[in-house]
């Protein structure tokens, strides 16, 4: 379980320094034997090693992919996590396998290069988890076999270029992603050495678009499943004498885990990734394709998508680049990516690109950033918002900063500030209070606040494509943004009636957009409004109920699955007072406030002299409606119409606290 007491893994470099077994040879530990393993150690952590976490669906080609990176690693150092050595099965020709007998490492000679070849062999280390998955509570076997590998570049004497990690196909990244910062926020000795450092996701090209419409739940497909007997393994699984797939489930029929939507799951797989790689299209057609391709960058505008077959991608599109000490000591810092990234951090970015698409499109200007490359990263500022990326005046989602910025408007765009720990957060690795990543989630936590200090940067393609693609296939997002709350059941039997028309369109097999595109005016009639519905594919945000304060909830919705729950409080419930100094600027630009440095100047004392007038006219705060809607030929007239419908005005009392 996240969060409970774990053991240091680094502890081993220790215990091992001396030339122990351990699962390592001493002709293994030699070399390096003569090492201080602090001043390893404090190496180490001024140049953590970069780790790459593969997710995807269940035969994506996850293992396909890891094999052609390390046979084409080209003289790099990498170590590997995964579940089955075996399946990995890489040509040992082009791998210099290092490690030890006996041990979970693998253990054989150095392969013979064979003459032709042109490039230095790949050195390896490959650890092999005995069970569990690393996102669930076997994370901390992950965290321990990440320790046996880095405990083994110290006794070899050479840090890793990279250390790669396959995770199982119902893996999901959010957790594992959660992980590493828990594990770095309670001070794992293993973290000073290694840093998360990418997200790829595997998608299958020639199945993504039909396991979109899934109404299957991971529970009713038992082979996702560790049944407990041994037979949960998929594809590859072996002889069924244990499980075999990388980073085999753990979650059983019965676990909540297993109630989990295979869209929601496959969804937040593509979410969760800076990089995309997009497989098996000698499967598809050229149209299909592009269709999955619009679909992926639609749910994840930043990524940067990587066609493959058989995983045949160069290595630089996949592991991050430049990571060797003398590179890190010439480069700037590096933007953060996904890996550093929360949920509330990811929703602001869609939030921020939805906008922004939006807005070129009525502008008549590029629909994508101008992003070019995979080493080029999207900066946002502490509140999430896309670095040069602001919004005139007036336009959903500018941000008012200056002293002259004295104009009434509501920052739609803003994502708001609160964590929550859906995700099974763990309590034993919160931060306290007023730290960065600090997740309020009991009674007695009085407020929650924003991950402000997540500089939330996905690193994007050239885009330019997809844009025309999207138009094709008719796919589109927009931002619903109000700053009037919902009434409770209203909004619920529109979400009813959402998910129920998803659930009817995905077991009649007919995708977002089989139907006619509806017409504005559809909203008339409830067989027009199914349409409406029918044609969203996901939808997800902040929302603010009448009667429920000072509570915020999300929204969540992929295809068939929906998910309407309590996230955390708004900021304006919350005294100023206990406001984080640091984040007070943040937390401002989500308020729908008139000047933010007005408000900043009376936070900062000169409220006495000015009557308060710039705090008092931030009326509701943050509270807010912020949703964004993607789908195929979505009506967004419709849309905001029906959920128009269910507001209600702003409750007596309702201001800051
Ligand atoms: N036609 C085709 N088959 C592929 C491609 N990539 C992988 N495969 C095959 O798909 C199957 C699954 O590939 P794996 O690499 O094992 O997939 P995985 O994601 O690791 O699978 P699990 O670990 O079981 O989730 C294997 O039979 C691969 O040979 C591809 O691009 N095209």
């Given at each position: 379980v996240h969060g409970t007491a774990r053991p240091s893994a680094f502890a081993r470099v220790r215990a091992l320094s001396g030339g122990a077994g351990g699962g390592i040879s001493a002709s293994a530990a030699a070399p390096s034997a003569a090492l201080d393993p602090e001043k390893w150690l404090a190496r180490q952590r001024d140049f953590p090693v970069p780790v790459t976490i593969i997710s995807g669906f269940l035969g994506a080609g996850k293992t396909t992919l890891l094999k052609h990176v390390?046979?084409?690693?080209?003289?790099?150092?990498?170590?590997?996590?995964?579940?089955?050595?075996?399946?990995?099965?890489?040509?040992?020709?082009?791998?210099?396998?290092?490690?030890?007998?006996?041990?979970?490492?693998?253990?054989?000679?150095?392969?013979?290069?064979?003459?032709?070849?042109?490039?230095?062999?790949?050195?390896?280390?490959?650890?092999?988890?005995q069970n569990g998955?690393?996102?669930?509570?076997?994370?901390?076997?992950?965290?321990?076999?990440?320790?046996?590998?880095?405990?083994?570049?110290?006794?070899?004497?050479?840090?890793?270029?990279?250390?790669?990690?396959?995770?199982?196909?119902?893996?999901?990244?959010?957790?594992?992603?959660?992980?590493?910062?828990?594990?770095?926020?309670?001070?794992?000795?293993?973290?000073?050495?290694?840093?998360?450092?990418?997200?790829?996701?595997?998608?299958?090209?020639?199945?993504?678009?039909?396991?979109?419409?899934?109404?299957?739940?991971?529970?009713?497909r038992p082979e996702l499943l560790d049944d407990g007997g041994g037979g949960a393994a998929g594809a590859g699984a072996g002889d069924g004498a244990a499980p075999l797939a990388p980073f085999a489930p753990v979650a059983s029929p019965a676990d909540p885990a297993a109630n989990r939507a295979?869209?929601?799951?496959?969804?937040?797989?593509?979410?969760t990734a800076d990089v995309v790689v997009l497989n098996k299209l000698d499967c598809v057609s050229a149209q299909q394709a592009a269709l999955v391709r619009s679909l992926v960058l639609e749910l994840n505008g930043y990524a940067h998508v990587v066609d493959a077959t058989y995983g045949r991608v160069a290595l630089e599109e996949v592991l991050p680049a430049g990571y060797s000490i003398a590179e890190v000591q010439a480069r700037a810092p590096q933007p953060e990516t996904v890996a550093q990234s929360n949920e509330v951090m990811d929703h602001k970015a869609a939030i921020d690109l939805a906008l922004q698409k939006h807005r070129s499109a009525t502008d008549g200007g590029s629909a994508e950033p101008a992003h070019t490359s995979v080493g080029h990263a999207h900066e946002h500022d502490v509140a999430g918002t896309a670095a040069g990326a602001e919004p005139a005046h007036g336009e959903p989602g500018h941000v008012c900063a200056g002293s002259d910025c004295g104009h009434e408007h509501a920052h739609a765009s803003h994502g708001h500030a609160h964590e929550h720990d859906a995700a099974g957060t763990a309590a034993g690795a919160n931060p306290a209070h007023g730290e960065p990543g600090h997740v309020c989630a009991g009674s007695d936590c009085g407020h929650e606040h924003a991950h402000a200090s997540h500089g939330h940067?996905?690193?994007?393609?050239?885009?330019?494509?997809?844009?025309?693609?999207?138009?094709?296939?008719?796919?589109?997002?927009?931002?619903?943004?109000?700053?009037?709350?919902?009434?409770?059941?209203?909004?619920?039997?529109?979400?009813?009636?959402?998910?129920?028309?998803?659930?009817?369109?995905?077991?009649?097999?007919?995708?977002?957009?089989?139907r006619e595109t509806p017409s504005a005016s559809a909203d008339a009639d409830a067989g027009g409004r199914s349409a409406v519905w029918a044609a969203v594919l996901r939808s997800k945000g902040f929302v603010w109920l009448a009667d429920a304060e000072p509570s915020a909830h999300y929204w969540s919705h992929a295809r068939v699955h929906g998910e309407l729950g309590e996230l955390g409080q708004w900021w304006a419930a919350v005294p100023r007072d206990t406001w984080p100094r640091e984040f007070v600027e943040s937390i401002l630009t989500d308020f729908d406030a008139p000047s933010k440095a007005a408000v900043l100047r009376e936070l900062d004392g000169e409220g006495a002299r000015s009557g308060g007038a710039a705090l008092e006219r931030v009326g509701v705060g943050d509270r807010r409606q912020e949703l964004v809607f993607i789908g195929v030929g979505l009506d967004e007239a419709a849309i905001s119409a029906a959920l128009d419908e269910c507001l209600v005005d702003v409750p007596a009392g309702i201001g800051l606290a």
């Open positions: 390390l046979e084409n690693g080209d003289g790099c150092r990498v170590g590997v996590l995964v579940n089955d050595v075996a399946a990995v099965n890489i040509d040992a020709k082009l791998v210099a396998q290092r490690g030890a007998a006996g041990g979970p490492a693998t253990a054989t000679a150095a392969g013979a290069l064979p003459a032709t070849a042109a490039r230095t062999p790949l050195e390896m280390d490959m650890v092999q988890l998955c690393i996102c669930c509570s076997a994370g901390d076997e992950m965290f321990g076999a990440l320790g046996e590998l880095i405990s083994l570049s110290y006794m070899k004497g050479a840090r890793y270029d990279h250390v790669v990690v396959e995770a199982s196909g119902v893996a999901e990244p959010r957790l594992v992603r959660d992980a590493f910062q828990e594990a770095d926020a309670a001070g794992y000795q293993v973290m000073q050495a290694v840093r998360l450092a990418r997200m790829v996701t595997v998608v299958d090209a020639s199945t993504f678009a039909e396991q979109l419409n899934s109404i299957q739940k991971l529970r009713d295979i869209v929601d799951l496959l969804v937040e797989q593509v979410e940067a996905h690193e994007h393609d050239a885009g330019g494509g997809e844009t025309t693609a999207s138009a094709r296939f008719g796919i589109k997002s927009f931002v619903y943004a109000r700053r009037r709350p919902f009434e409770r059941a209203r909004l619920t039997a529109l979400f009813d009636e959402l998910t129920r028309v998803q659930r009817e369109e995905a077991a009649a097999g007919r995708m977002p957009n089989a």
